[in-house]
Each structure stands twice: as C-alpha cells, then as structure tokens.
C-alpha cells in the first residue's frame, strides 16, 4: 500500500510498525481550564515521604502540570528520598501543560506502562540527575511539544 503527500511518497506493507495505546482510564482526576493562565493545571505531589511505598496505578490525568512554575509537575516523586517498591504504572497523562512524571532527589521508584498524550516538555525525568536506582520501562509520550514558559 502506499501513502502519499504532495511533498513525500510512503510505501509501507502489513508489517509497518505503529505506536498504539489507550488514552481513557476508568479513574479520571482533571483539572479546570483557568480561564486567565491557561498554562495553569492541577499537580500531584509526592512531598518527603522517605521510606514510605507509594503507588499510582491506572488512572487518567488530564490538564496537569503548571507551566513555567518549578516544580509543578502532573506527577512529581519530590525529596522523599528513597521510595523503594514505590510504583507509577499503567496510568495515562493527557494535556500536560508542564512535562509528565518528574523524579527529584528520590530513589528506586519504578515508573513502568504510562502512556503520555499532547503534553508539553519531556514526558519522563529525573530532575537532578543524581537519583538512583529509579526505573523507567515501557513509557510512551506522543504528540509532545515544546515548553511555551521560561522555567520548570
């Protein structure tokens, strides 16, 4: 079969490879749409809970995040130290206006089977870059774009 523009010819056959994925969760936490600072979104913090196992599984969250203000992130692992066994999986972040899922100075949390969907900023990481043992496996971020503020 084959796809065609006016600028570029696409030849692909049954085994061209595709991304697919659910974007709905039967748990849904969605923010209002500011009506002055669109940018601006819920956000989930985990706040210094060193030693304590927390775990976000399966749910949807939708216009999350904060644009250009630090540290206002749809979900967001923050000084807790180590978080072992904690678990971030099989949940969907839609319409993020500030990245996805942010770890800062906390270790060992899986972050495993997220989908992230129209979001702003990268989708998946560590903020400091000296946390350990995190692991991120099977994330997917699609139709990602810049961040249109100056920090976060």
Do not use: W
Not at 25 to 37: H, S
Not at 59 to 80: S, T
Request: hydrophobic share 40%; net charge negative; glycine share 10%.
């Amino acid at each position: 079969e084959t796809f065609s523009t006016e600028a570029s010819v696409v030849e692909f056959d049954e085994t061209f490879p595709v991304e697919v994925a659910r974007l709905n969760r039967q748990v849904v936490f969605e923010a209002q749409k500011d009506d002055v600072d669109s940018l601006l979104g819920g956000h989930l913090m985990f706040l210094h809970t060193m030693m304590v196992q927390q775990k976000l599984e399966g749910v949807e969250i939708v216009n999350f995040g904060q644009g250009g203000r630090l540290g206002r992130y749809p979900i967001h692992f923050h000084m807790c130290n180590s978080v072992a066994n904690s678990l971030i999986s099989k949940n969907v972040i839609r319409s993020s206006n500030q990245r996805c899922v942010v770890i800062h100075g906390s270790h060992n949390a899986q972050v495993i089977d997220n989908v992230a969907y129209d979001t702003a900023g990268h989708c998946y990481i560590l903020e400091d870059g000296a946390e350990v043992g995190n692991t991120f496996k099977r994330n997917l971020g699609a139709k990602t774009r810049a961040l249109t503020a100056g920090i976060g």
